[in-house]
């Protein structure tokens, strides 16, 4: 078969995105950067495992699947996480943030102040500004004031960001229009925990940073659905959003997109395709949202 990497999903440096593998190989990704890979046939998916521990059965995961977990090993990393609600003593300070996706996609979340804007850029947040600082019951106290006074999601399927992402606004003003208005909206909440400190609107914009600006990138109009054993795809990069990576592909195609979370639990050969290929499943953007080396 030849020599195989196993991806463990896209991370965001200081510089931009980068591919990781099992082992602690990196892969830094730059617009223009060919990715180019082929599953082998007869490769099966397995459990990427739970909280760095790996699957004590290596259980076979569908191709569709975000999380590439079983069953238990799901069940395991989601009891670990803040979003459990399991970790109440946390002691570590949070930041609860307002994030834009798109016209009308605007979510409340929070995250530890240690990570910065990280949590943002994995989401895929085209801009947001944080709201306030404080203890993580604070934190949660707020996001589910914001949920019930304002209506404020605190999750946007991923499906939705993408579909979008061809037809945002011209403008950094434009981008940042609904943070502002909902920031003063949630400012004027009397609900607010004490021991949550506010903090005043100032909205980052990261459609330079997801190479979101360049045309190409408006020009994706289908992602991939599932990584298949057989498969392949060569691409140059043109953009990168949260977990996604926009591919020029040519073909009737032109740019697709593929989810980064479908690659872990695979094993998959380099390629040194100079030409644009894409031997996947995908999926036409639907134009109205429903709610590599």
């Known amino acids: 078969m030849g020599r195989v990497w196993k991806c463990s999903g896209l991370r965001w440096a200081a510089d931009g995105p980068v591919l990781v593998w099992d082992g602690g190989r990196r892969s830094a990704l730059s617009w223009g950067k060919r990715v180019a890979f082929a599953v082998p046939e007869g490769a ?16 076979g995961v569908p191709g569709r699947s975000k999380g590439a977990r079983c069953e238990e090993c799901a069940r395991l990393d989601r009891a670990h996480s803040v979003a459990a609600d399991t970790l109440a003593d946390d002691p570590r300070p949070y930041r609860v943030y307002l994030a834009w996706f798109g016209p009308g996609m605007v979510k409340v979340g929070i995250t530890a102040v ?11 947040a085209v801009c947001f500004s944080w709201l306030g600082t404080g203890p993580l019951m604070a934190a949660r106290r707020t996001e589910e004031l914001l949920r019930a006074a304002l209506r404020v999601p605190d999750r946007i399927p991923y499906a939705d960001k993408r579909s979008v992402r061809a037809a945002l606004p011209g403008t950094a003003a434009e981008r940042a229009f609904e943070v502002e208005e909902l920031h003063a909206r949630a400012g004027a909440l009397g609900e607010w925990p004490e ?20 045309p190409a990138a408006a020009a994706a109009g289908a992602d991939v659905v599932e990584l298949v054993p057989g498969g392949a795809v060569s691409g140059e990069l043109v953009a990168a959003a949260g977990p996604d990576l926009h591919l020029a592909v040519g073909g009737r195609l032109g740019a697709v997109v593929l ?9 998959v050969a380099p390629r040194s395709s100079g030409t644009g290929e894409i031997r996947l499943p995908t999926r036409a953007f639907d134009t109205k949202p429903e709610g590599l080396f």
């Open 44 to 59: 099966v998916r397995r459990c990427v495992g739970a909280r760095g521990n790996p699957c004590p059965v290596a259980a």
């Open 114 to 124: 240690e990570r910065g804007p990280a949590r943002l850029l994995e989401q895929g």
């Open 195 to 214: 021991s949550l400190g506010r903090e005043p609107c100032r909205v980052v914009d990261h459609m330079e940073r997801f190479g979101l600006l360049a």
């Open 259 to 267: 989810d980064t979370r479908l690659m872990t639990g695979w094993e």
